[in-house]
């Protein structure tokens, strides 16, 4: 589990393995659950937990940039936390999401891909590409943003 769950900044939560985490998400008292696949089953635990589910997978299969631009839309507002990002493994939409975001908070690429590389443990040249090349001025960020960025 030590593994599969990463802070990026309380309280924006990232985590890897779905059935892994139900404590978790009971013990931050998560408001928001941000998944980047098909929301089955965590429609029905979002609903009998009161948390607001974001699913952006009914519209992306592979990471897109209308994929990463709409999850990090969500993560700068301030209204959804405390907020939980995840996928079925943790490995490529979320990695790849998160390392866009952290590319918006200016952090260099080399330790952007070790980060990617430690909580993915798979890794998919094509998204270490995606995230280098990604344009970070094609984020809309909102005027009142969370403190760590």
Request: glycine share 6%; with cysteine; hydrophobic share 45%.
């Amino acid at each position: 589990l030590g593994r599969s769950i990463g802070s990026c900044v309380a309280p924006l939560f990232v985590f890897a393995h779905w059935c892994c985490f139900k404590t978790f998400v009971s013990e931050m008292a998560i408001f928001s659950l941000l998944t980047c696949i098909p929301p089955t089953p965590r429609k029905q635990f979002a609903e009998e937990n009161t948390i607001n589910l974001v699913h952006l997978g009914k519209k992306h299969v592979t990471v897109s940039e209308e994929m990463v631009l709409e999850a990090l839309d969500i993560i700068l507002r301030l209204g959804s936390f405390p907020l939980l990002v995840c996928c079925k493994l943790g490995r490529h939409h979320t990695g790849t999401v998160i390392g866009c975001l952290r590319k918006l908070q200016r952090w260099n690429l080399t330790s952007i891909f070790e980060e990617y590389r430690r909580y993915g443990r798979k890794v998919r040249l094509i998204n270490e590409q995606f995230i280098e090349f990604f344009d970070v001025d094609m984020v809309e960020v909102p005027s009142v943003v969370p403190p760590w960025l």
